[in-house]
């Protein structure tokens, strides 16, 4: 029999075994031949060389892990102790320069297709991007990734996400609340990215201090938007005068991303849709780019996919 003591003395060690021990007992269980004394920092291992060797590999994958991201989840615990034999396989490394941003817990947010990373490049090389495919293929997602990685740089000094507050089947008037309460739902993809990028507290204080801002296209009237990173989502259903009053309230130190769907345009039959004339008007622009995504994009569920596929054809 051994014996050996893994200091875990860096970080809280309440956080690392979980709430009521819910991370220590999953490690109990894959190595039931071990006897585990966890008191305070540390970690005391009692039982077989070989596989205290094995145990000593894993819980340092986890230790580095929380010293990364600065939590661990069950989900983690169980991915990183992996096969017991040791026949797991790590998931493959990713580039650090494919990772746009670190999420919460730890989430490497980055772009997973081909034409999402067309975007990305295009982001980098251009102060306009427009991003244009149906649902489901990551084009709010990355755009909001790449805003947030030029806040974490400093790149720029604020992150302005907007919509146009269009009506799709439904009435505005009829919702409940006041103003800020009616606009909300249509702004909560944009929120929900932002919470899977940066810490839930701090997204509040950014956009309490103005770093954030979130808000319907009709606001962005008469201003100039500079030291920004500026996002127009669902920019089909913009009119042709909401979409030019857009891209001309960009300042001289701005990075803009346009995204839309012309497939979902909610705009009244007899309004022409601003995004549809800027893919016209605006292409063959010097500092403009337009990347078109597709069906093999789409990073939700599988059916997704199908049944993009299914209404094109």
């Known amino acids: 029999m051994s014996e050996v003591i893994i200091p875990i003395d860096t970080f809280n060690p309440v ?16 190595f039931p031949e071990l006897k585990l004394i966890a008191r305070g920092n540390e970690i005391k291992v009692i039982g077989d060389e070989k596989n205290i060797h094995l145990f000593s590999e894993k819980i340092n994958r986890l230790i580095h892990h929380y010293q990364k991201f600065g939590s661990l989840t069950t989900d983690n615990v169980e991915h990183f102790l992996g096969d017991r ?29 081909v034409n999402q990373k067309k975007m990305v490049e295009a982001s980098e090389k251009n102060d306009i991007v427009f991003a244009i495919g149906p649902a489901g ?40 609340g006041d103003l800020k309460e009616k606009i909300d739902p249509y702004l909560r993809p944009l929120y929900d990215a932002l919470f899977d990028m940066i810490q839930g507290e701090k997204v509040k204080s950014y956009i309490e201090t103005g770093v954030i801002e979130v808000a319907p296209l009709a606001f962005m009237r008469g201003r100039t938007l500079d030291n920004a990173f500026v996002i127009l989502d669902e920019a089909q259903n913009a009119t042709e005068s909401q979409l030019k009053m857009f891209l001309t309230r960009m300042g001289p130190s701005a990075k803009f991303i346009v995204t839309g769907d012309v497939t979902q345009i909610d705009l009244p039959r007899n309004q022409p849709s601003g995004l549809v004339q800027a893919i016209k008007l605006l292409y063959n622009i010097k500092g403009i780019d337009f990347i078109y995504l597709d069906a093999q994009d789409v990073v939700r569920h599988r059916l997704v996919r199908e049944i993009i596929e299914a209404y094109n054809k």
């Open 137 to 176: 293929t990551g084009k709010t997602y990355t755009a909001v990734a790449l805003a947030v990685r030029a806040l974490k740089n400093r790149e720029i000094k604020r992150i302005i996400l907007t919509r146009p507050a269009v009506e799709a089947g439904e009435n505005l008037g009829f919702l409940p």
């Open 15 to 30: 956080e690392f075994f979980g709430v009521n021990d819910s991370n220590l007992e999953i490690i109990r269980r894959t």
């Open 85 to 113: 034999n040791g026949t797991d396989t790590p998931p493959p490394s990713v580039p650090a320069s494919d990772v746009l941003v670190f999420g919460q817990n730890g989430i490497m947010v980055r772009a997973r297709t």
